[in-house]
């Protein structure tokens, strides 16, 4: 056993922490949950009480929460160069949370049909609508390589692979500087790993 280990399943989020622990190139360990059975299990509630994945142990740290686990892996591994200088995190940040936040409840809350167009409704929610929420990350990628400009981070791996899913799933409509993007980013040779790694337990019913 290493000191990393991810718990997952492979059609879960999951695969957003995994994507990100290729890219931190650490060896890792992982343990592949059940949904209802091992998910739910005493021995995985105390590590996170939640009952779902993903969920990071390093050592004795445990991380959930997809946004945690990359921005934590970008601090824990500098190495890696997942985060950029501490001073220069301005738009890693605010894109790291916000796909984590308002992107992807937005998101889901369409999927269901929740209706958030009356203003009234809207206000109850932090992101506001779906519409204004897809409008103000099309204006930030528009002529953008990454979140941090020129320069591939760990905030990239939570926006991409939201977006990745939203798209192929048709929650997110195509845009130029989505699918730009995500096409982008389905390019790097650890988004192809984690996908392989991930693809193969799926297939295998694991």
């Known amino acids: 056993m290493t000191d990393l280990v991810l718990y997952t399943n492979p059609m879960s989020r999951g695969r957003i922490a995994r994507w990100l622990m290729e890219e931190a190139g650490q060896p890792y360990d992982t343990v592949v949950l059940d949904y209802g059975t091992t998910m739910k299990a005493p021995e995985y ?16 740290r445990v991380v959930t929460e997809n946004a945690a686990i990359c ?7 500098p190495g890696a160069g997942l985060a950029p200088d501490p001073m220069d995190r ?10 984590a936040g308002p992107l992807e409840q937005a998101v889901t809350n369409a999927s269901v049909e929740l209706d ?10 932090g992101y506001g609508t779906l519409g ?15 979140v941090c400009g020129d320069r591939f981070s ?3 791996v939570m926006l991409g692979m939201q977006l990745h899913w939203g798209m192929a799933f048709h929650g997110i409509p195509s845009r130029p500087s989505f699918t730009a993007y995500a096409a982008r980013l389905a390019s790097r040779p650890a988004f192809l ?3 392989e790694l991930d693809d193969a337990l799926a297939a295998a019913g694991g």
């Open 193 to 195: 790993r984690a996908s």
């Open 116 to 125: 958030t167009s009356d203003p009234s409704l809207a206000r109850r929610f």
């Open 90 to 99: 301005a738009d890693y940040y605010r894109w790291l949370f916000f796909a």
């Open 71 to 77: 921005a934590y892996m970008a601090d824990a591994f």
């Open 132 to 146: 204004t929420v897809l409008d103000t990350l099309d204006g930030f990628l528009d002529g953008r390589a990454y």
């Open 154 to 156: 760990a905030a990239d």
């Open 45 to 60: 509630l105390a590590i996170n009480p939640m009952g779902k994945v993903p969920a990071l142990v390093h050592g004795d």
